[in-house]
C-alpha cells in the first residue's frame, strides 16, 4: 500500500474518535488546520523526523493507560494553580485566575472574538513549515480546553498547570496560548500526566524586551504516552527560556519550534531526562530559526538511560541571510548505565550567513568507574555513589532555570525520582 493511503487511512481511524468542537473566533484557523491535516495524513516511522520514535502509539484511533497519582511539583511555590482533569479544567480545585495578575481566560469558555484569535494556530501554521507537523494541526483543529494568558507588565505569581489523570483511557487535547506585550514578563510551569494519550500545544509570542520563562516535569508515571509542541515567537532583545524534566513514560515526544524574528534576542531550550526500560522512549525535536541579528540559542539536553531505555535528540539551527553575528550552540549527550540502554542523536546545522557562531556536539558514555570507585572507597554505598554522580551530570541543564527556588524545586524532584529507579 502507498505511503500516502496508509497515512490517510491513519487519519481515517483516528478522526471517528474525535468530535468538531464549536469553532466560533476559532473558525479560520480550524478550518486551515483541517485543512493541512487532510493533505498531509498522520506520520509514520517512515517520515524523516519520526524514523527513531514509532508514532503509532501516537495516532491509533483508541488508547488504555494505568490512571496516576502523581503529587503536583511545584505545590510549594506561590504560584496561581490551574487544574486540568482528564483534560478538562476544573474550577473547583484551581486558584482564582486574578491572582495572577494577568488576562488568564479558558479557551473552552471565549465564544466571542478576543485579543487570541490573531494568535491561535498562527504559531503553529508558521512552525509546520518547511517540516509538516501533523499532530500539531491535529491539536489546532480539534482541541476544545485550554488556557490563553495576556501579559501586559510583570506576572504578580507564576502560572502552574497541573494536570491529572482519573480515567485509564482519557484520550487529551489542549492548546496553550500565550501573548507577552512589550516589557512584560512571566513563569508558566506545567506538571503532571494530562491523560492516558495527550498532544497539547503551546503558542507563545513573545514582544520585544519581553522574558518568558517555562519549566515542566513530566513523570514518573509508567505508562505516558504524549507528544507536546511549542511554538514560539520572539521579538527583538526578547528572553526565551523553557526547561523540561522528563521521568518515566512509554512514549513522550517534546518538541520546540521557536523562531527568533528580533535582533538581540535570547532563546534556550533545555531536558533532563531519566529513562528505565525497554519500554520507555523519550524524544526532543527541536528547530530555531534565526532571522535577525546579533541573537543567541542555545539547545542543552542529557540523558540517563538503563535496562534498554532509549532516549532521542534531533536538534536543528538554522541561521537566515542576514542573521549574522548568531550565536547558536547545540549539545546533546547521554549517561547510559548499561550495554542495552541507547542513545540516538541527529544535530543539524544550516547557515545562510557568513558571520556566525554555531556549535553543535553529542556524547554518550558510562559512568566514571574511577570517580565510582572513588566515592565507594570513601564510604559511600555504590547505588548512592551512582546517583551523585548522575545528579552531577545533570546538574548543568538545571542551570538554564533563572528563579533559585524553582531550580530547587525541580533539583529535589530529580533527586526524588532518581532514587526511586531501581537499582
Known amino acids: 500500500m502507498a505511503l500516502a493511503q496508509v497515512k490517510q487511512d491513519a487519519l481515517t481511524a483516528r478522526l471517528q474518535g474525535l468530535s468538531a468542537p464549536a469553532k466560533g473566533w476559532t473558525a479560520a484557523a480550524r478550518a486551515s488546520a483541517s485543512d493541512r491535516l487532510a493533505a498531509q495524513g498522520l506520520p509514520t516511522r517512515r517520515d524523516e523526523y519520526w524514523r527513531y520514535s514509532d508514532p503509532a502509539q501516537l495516532t491509533k484511533p483508541e488508547v488504555s493507560g494505568a490512571a496516576t497519582d502523581l503529587a503536583p511539583s511545584f505545590a510549594a511555590l506561590d504560584a496561581v494553580k490551574l487544574v486540568f482533569t482528564d483534560g478538562v479544567f476544573d474550577a473547583s480545585a484551581s486558584d482564582d485566575p486574578a491572582l495572577a495578575g494577568v488576562e488568564l481566560l479558558s479557551l473552552a469558555g471565549q465564544a466571542d472574538i478576543h485579543w487570541a484569535q490573531g494568535l491561535y494556530g498562527q504559531l503553529e501554521t508558521r512552525g509546520s513549515s518547511p517540516v509538516e507537523r501533523p499532530l500539531a494541526a491535529l491539536n489546532t483543529a480539534y482541541a476544545t480546553e485550554g488556557v490563553l494568558i495576556r501579559v501586559t507588565g510583570q506576572a504578580a505569581k507564576p502560572v502552574s498547570l497541573i494536570y491529572t489523570q482519573k480515567s485509564a483511557s482519557s484520550d487529551v487535547i489542549l492548546h496553550h496560548v500565550v501573548k507577552l506585550e512589550e516589557g512584560a514578563e512571566i513563569t508558566l510551569l506545567e506538571s503532571g500526566t494530562p491523560g492516558a494519550r495527550f498532544n497539547t500545544v503551546l503558542e507563545v509570542d513573545v514582544a520585544s524586551n519581553a522574558r518568558f520563562h517555562h519549566i515542566r516535569t513530566q513523570g514518573p508515571d509508567a505508562d505516558r504516552r504524549g507528544v507536546t509542541h511549542i511554538f514560539a515567537h520572539i521579538a527583538d532583545n526578547a528572553l526565551f527560556k523553557s526547561f523540561t524534566l522528563t521521568a518515566g513514560g512509554r512514549l513522550t515526544r517534546n518538541e520546540a519550534i521557536l523562531e527568533i524574528t528580533g535582533d538581540d534576542s535570547v532563546a534556550h531550550v533545555a531536558g533532563t531526562v531519566l529513562g528505565d526500560g525497554k519500554d520507555f522512549l523519550q524524544d526532543d525535536t527541536i528547530f530555531i530559526t534565526h ?128 532514587h526511586g529507579l531501581d537499582g
Not at 359 to 367: D, E, F, L, Y
Open 291 to 418: 532571522a535577525s541579528e546579533r541573537c543567541e540559542s542555545r539547545q542543552v539536553f542529557r540523558k540517563v538511560l538503563k535496562n534498554g531505555a532509549t532516549g532521542v535528540f534531533q536538534g536543528k539551527i538554522l541561521v537566515k541571510q542576514g542573521a549574522q553575528k548568531t550565536d547558536g550552540y547545540q549539545m546533546s549527550q547521554s549517561l547510559l548505565l548499561d550495554e542495552d540502554a541507547q542513545f540516538l542523536a541527529k544535530p543539524e546545522l544550516e547557515i545562510y550567513a557568513d558571520d556566525v557562531k554555531c556549535s553543535h556536539g553529542s556524547t554518550s558514555g558510562a559512568i566514571d568507574e574511577t570517580a565510582l570507585f572513588y566515592l565507594q572507597s570513601r564510604g559511600v554505598p555504590k547505588r548512592t555513589a551512582q546517583a551523585l554522580l548522575v545528579l552531577a551530570f545533570l546538574a548543568g541543564t538545571l542551570e538554564e532555570i533563572e528563579d533559585e527556588a524553582i531550580a530547587a524545586e525541580v533539583h529535589a524532584r530529580l533527586e526524588d525520582w532518581l
